[in-house]
């Protein structure tokens, strides 16, 4: 099979089998907010989000990079999956360890770290996070074989759902139901570490030399992965200290849904990574021509799907939450075109990456951590969720400049020519949606139609640039020298 029909196919089960399974995650959304009222659930989405922050340490790069390595042949397959997972089971239980003893040092109630200690256990067999259990999908992404994961992701949360509404069912507290929804996790982890050594099987093997080795060379990519944790957290974590918890309900709840699309771009740049990375060690050395596809990829599904959530959001809070939730729906409209903005900062991270330049993606993080904290910490106290809000889209905002100026500079890219006419067409979609008379669902279908219309007519999309690109090079697997 040549390597574009493995991109498309393997692009395609990531991004169905992910929107089956945020279904599914929606749902449970909808039985928690429905059985927690918004302050229990603020407390809830706290133990989450920062536990998917620790979740970071658990990782820090190494699964990105380590399929780079192998997707371009620098390294031997079966040495490095066996570092990798060897590196990131140590991280992980330091991580576990450190996670709560932080809470104990801040001060956290006895409540929230009970609830972090029954979480914890999602930091080594969770499919919703950075952890561990993601080191098992490095054969798959290297071999452009997705579609088992995403299998076995999809069946793991219709179990999560069954336990909940189960549990639910019989009045069980909020620390059963955490702790249920991260031991549900242990089939689906089972499952796809089995498979995953059939690809390619790890040779373990005791190398501290070696695992400093690539930490060093992980070093940059996971400080910038990292950086966009704390990005991640800041907003939750002021909002804690600056407001309420049910404040941290509306907020957390707008960023559950909002944060669930951000699977389409990373499924899009994780697909198109060997290609890049074989692109950037070849004679013309160039990663822009999987860059350019990339963007304007995220870009067609990310600005329909903005326009979308943002003229429904409150109908989109009553279904998933109920009336009692209906405050965070300003909030959602704000934070899905930030959403946008993540699709395209995306992008620029995975090509940074399969460029080499791992360093640029830390420069980014930490803009982005810096201009959160102080547009949150000015704007939380008085706006609440909306002040966390506006703060999260700033911030990625700083992002984009950022990452528009450094890739010109460090790649000879520039995008502004392909981000106008998607502006454009979207300046043109708005005008269609807000001017013509028409009942809101048929104003917004029709807009949408013009949006896709316009990016085809002017050439936007080019089906022919793909051809040119992946032409008819097959995907090679299996050992490879290292």
């Given at each position: 099979?040549?390597?574009?029909?493995?991109?498309?196919?393997?692009?395609?089960?990531?991004?169905?089998?992910?929107?089956?399974?945020?279904?599914?995650?929606?749902?449970?959304?909808?039985?928690?907010?429905?059985?927690?009222?918004?302050?229990?659930?603020?407390?809830?989405?706290?133990?989450?989000?920062?536990?998917?922050?620790?979740?970071?340490?658990?990782?820090?790069?190494?699964?990105?990079?380590?399929?780079r390595d192998i997707s371009s042949g620098a390294v031997n397959p079966s040495v490095a999956f066996g570092h990798a997972i060897i590196i990131r089971l140590i991280s992980t239980l330091l991580t576990a360890a450190v996670l709560l003893a932080s809470l104990a040092l801040l001060g956290y109630p006895a409540e929230v770290t009970?609830?972090?200690?029954?979480?914890?256990?999602?930091?080594?067999?969770?499919?919703?996070?950075?952890?561990?259990?993601?080191?098992?999908?490095?054969?798959?992404?290297?071999?452009?074989?997705?579609?088992?994961?995403?299998?076995?992701?999809?069946?793991?949360?219709?179990?999560?759902?069954?336990?909940?509404?189960?549990?639910?069912?019989?009045?069980?507290?909020?620390?059963?139901?955490?702790?249920?929804?991260?031991?549900?996790?242990?089939?689906?982890?089972?499952?796809?570490?089995?498979?995953?050594?059939?690809?390619?099987?790890p040779r373990i093997k005791f190398d501290p030399s070696a695992w400093a080795a690539m930490l060093r060379e992980s070093l940059p990519l996971g400080a910038a992965v990292f950086f966009e944790g704390v990005f991640v957290i800041i907003p939750v974590f002021l909002l804690s200290l600056l407001s309420s918890e049910e404040a941290i309900g509306f907020y957390g709840l707008s960023f559950r849904l909002v944060s669930s699309?951000?699977?389409?771009?990373?499924?899009?740049?994780?697909?198109?990574?060997?290609?890049?990375?074989?692109?950037?060690?070849?004679?013309?050395?160039?990663?822009?021509?999987?860059?350019?596809?990339?963007?304007?990829?995220?870009?067609?599904?990310?600005?329909?799907?903005?326009?979308?959530?943002?003229?429904?959001?409150?109908?989109?809070?009553?279904?998933?939450?109920?009336?009692?939730?209906?405050?965070?729906?300003?909030?959602?409209?704000?934070?899905?075109?930030?959403?946008?903005?993540?699709?395209?900062?995306?992008?620029?991270?995975?090509?940074?990456?399969?460029?080499?330049?791992?360093?640029?993606?830390?420069?980014?993080?930490?803009?982005?951590?810096?201009?959160?904290?102080?547009?949150?910490?000015?704007?939380?106290?008085a706006h609440h969720q909306m002040g966390a809000a506006a703060g999260f889209v700033g911030a990625l905002v700083a992002g984009l400049l950022a990452n528009l100026y450094l890739a010109h500079r460090a790649l000879g890219v520039n995008v502004l020519p392909v981000l106008s006419r998607f502006l454009a067409s979207t300046v043109l979609t708005l005008f269609v949606v807000f001017s013509v008379p028409l009942h809101h669902a048929l104003s917004l279908t029709l807009g949408i139609a013009v949006y896709l219309a316009t990016l085809l007519y002017f050439r936007t999309i080019n089906y022919r640039e793909w051809e040119e690109w992946l032409g008819m090079e097959e995907v090679k697997t299996g050992e490879r020298p290292g």
């Open positions: 099979m040549t390597t574009g029909k493995r991109i498309v196919k393997n692009c395609a089960f990531i991004i169905t089998g992910n929107f089956l399974n945020k279904a599914v995650s929606i749902l449970l959304l909808v039985y928690l907010t429905g059985y927690l009222d918004p302050s229990l659930f603020g407390r809830y989405s706290f133990v989450v989000a920062y536990t998917t922050f620790f979740g970071i340490f658990t990782d820090l790069g190494l699964t990105t990079l380590t399929t009970s609830l972090a200690a029954a979480f914890s256990l999602s930091l080594f067999v969770s499919f919703r996070g950075i952890f561990f259990r993601t080191v098992f999908d490095i054969p798959f992404q290297v071999n452009l074989k997705m579609s088992c994961p995403a299998v076995i992701n999809f069946l793991n949360e219709l179990l999560t759902l069954g336990v909940v509404v189960w549990l639910i069912s019989r009045g069980t507290g909020l620390v059963w139901l955490v702790l249920a929804i991260s031991l549900a996790n242990i089939p689906g982890f089972a499952a796809a570490g089995w498979y995953s050594i059939r690809l390619i099987r699309l951000w699977i389409i771009p990373v499924a899009v740049m994780t697909t198109l990574l060997p290609k890049m990375s074989r692109d950037a060690v070849s004679a013309t050395g160039s990663v822009r021509h999987g860059f350019s596809r990339g963007l304007k990829l995220v870009l067609l599904m990310g600005l329909p799907i903005a326009l979308v959530t943002g003229f429904y959001s409150r109908p989109i809070i009553s279904l998933v939450a109920g009336p009692a939730y209906i405050s965070a729906a300003p909030a959602l409209s704000v934070m899905v075109w930030g959403t946008v903005i993540y699709f395209i900062n995306t992008v620029f991270f995975y090509t940074f990456t399969a460029a080499g330049r791992q360093k640029i993606n830390t420069l980014v993080g930490s803009i982005l951590c810096v201009v959160s904290l102080l547009a949150c910490a000015v704007l939380v106290p």
